[in-house]
């Protein structure tokens, strides 16, 4: 017993990559923001200069309806946990997992949590949203948004909670099973989607965003856990959408 045990004790690893110095107070200066490590001198511009940038305001009465358009299947894998404090947000690391878009698959590569949600429904934030961010070996993005409203208890979410590091640039190594899919709400059918950028510097367009219409629940004590322990207010201001088109299956 006493060997099972140690083997699901957590050890702590410094994270191998930690992101650049930015915080959420300053968001409306990240396009100036230079940092030797990137080049061009100014790797943050898309932030400031962007047209296609995220998140936005989700507007029901004007989303567009789509017809014909692909079907979006996650196939999230269980992984032994892994979670990073990078220094912005809880994030899981991801080892497999697909996501399907029509015939087309994105690897599922991490996902994180930001309180309060960064996109809005008729001008109304949530309590949070995940963000599960997946890919294609040619680098094109997809990105599935999930509303978090206080409800439920939420157990997997629970163990995120207790065994993320607190400490900024730490990372948590167990082989307890992590669960994403049980992150999803049961129906992923319907979704708003939208051509955006990632919401973090560097900000980078060509981003495709999902973001589902139905919701998860966590209680309340969950929520105030996570803003307590490790973020509160990581969220980037609304974006205008300069005439995209936002789209409604």
């Given at each position: 017993?006493?060997?099972?045990?140690?083997?699901?004790?957590?050890?702590?690893?410094?994270?191998?990559?930690?992101?650049?110095?930015?915080?959420?107070?300053?968001?409306?200066?990240?396009?100036?923001?230079?940092?030797?490590?990137?080049?061009?001198?100014?790797?943050?511009?898309?932030?400031?200069i962007g047209q296609k940038q995220?998140?936005?305001?989700?507007?029901?009465?004007?989303?567009?309806?789509?017809?014909?358009?692909?079907?979006?299947?996650?196939?999230?894998?269980?992984?032994?946990?892994?979670?990073?404090?990078?220094?912005?947000?809880?994030?899981?690391?991801?080892?497999?997992?697909?996501?399907?878009i029509g015939k087309v698959e994105?690897?599922?590569?991490?996902?994180?949590?930001?309180?309060?949600?960064?996109?809005?429904?008729?001008?109304?934030?949530?309590?949070?949203?995940?963000?599960?961010?997946?890919?294609?070996?040619?680098?094109?993005?997809?990105?599935?948004?999930?509303?978090?409203?206080?409800?439920?208890?939420?157990?997997?979410?629970?163990?995120?909670?207790?065994?993320?590091?607190?400490?900024?640039?730490?990372?948590?190594?167990?082989?307890?099973?992590?669960?994403?899919?049980?992150?999803?709400?049961?129906?992923?059918?319907?979704?708003?989607?939208?051509?955006?950028?990632?919401?973090?510097?560097?900000?980078?367009?060509?981003?495709?965003?999902?973001?589902?219409?139905?919701?998860?629940?966590?209680?309340?004590?969950?929520?105030?856990?996570?803003?307590?322990?490790?973020?509160?207010?990581?969220?980037?201001?609304?974006?205008?959408?300069?005439?995209?088109?936002?789209?409604?299956?």
């Amino acid at each position: 017993m006493i060997g099972n045990v140690l083997a699901l004790q957590p050890t702590l690893a410094a994270d191998a990559h930690v992101d650049p110095h930015w915080t959420y107070d300053e968001q409306a200066q990240w396009g100036m923001l230079a940092d030797p490590i990137y080049k061009p001198p100014f790797p943050y511009a898309d932030c400031s200069i962007g047209q296609k940038q995220s998140p936005v305001n989700i507007e029901r009465n004007s989303v567009k309806k789509l017809k014909g358009s692909d079907e979006l299947k996650p196939r999230y894998a269980d992984v032994p946990l892994s979670l990073t404090n990078n220094g912005h947000t809880i994030r899981a690391n991801i080892s497999k997992g697909s996501l399907y878009i029509g015939k087309v698959e994105y690897r599922l590569l991490q996902f994180h949590f930001h309180s309060p949600s960064e996109h809005l429904t008729n001008g109304v934030r949530y309590p949070m949203e995940i963000h599960f961010v997946n890919g294609t070996a040619d680098g094109k993005l997809a990105v599935v948004g999930v509303f978090v409203e206080a409800g439920q208890f939420n157990q997997e979410f629970q163990k995120i909670l207790d065994l993320a590091p607190s400490r900024t640039g730490a990372t948590v190594n167990t082989p307890l099973p992590l669960q994403p899919a049980e992150l999803l709400p049961k129906n992923t059918r319907h979704f708003y989607t939208y051509a955006g950028s990632l919401t973090t510097p560097p900000c980078t367009e060509g981003t495709q965003w999902f973001v589902l219409r139905e919701t998860i629940q966590a209680s309340q004590k969950q929520i105030e856990q996570f803003n307590g322990k490790y973020y509160r207010g990581n969220a980037r201001a609304e974006q205008k959408l300069n005439g995209r088109l936002l789209g409604a299956n």
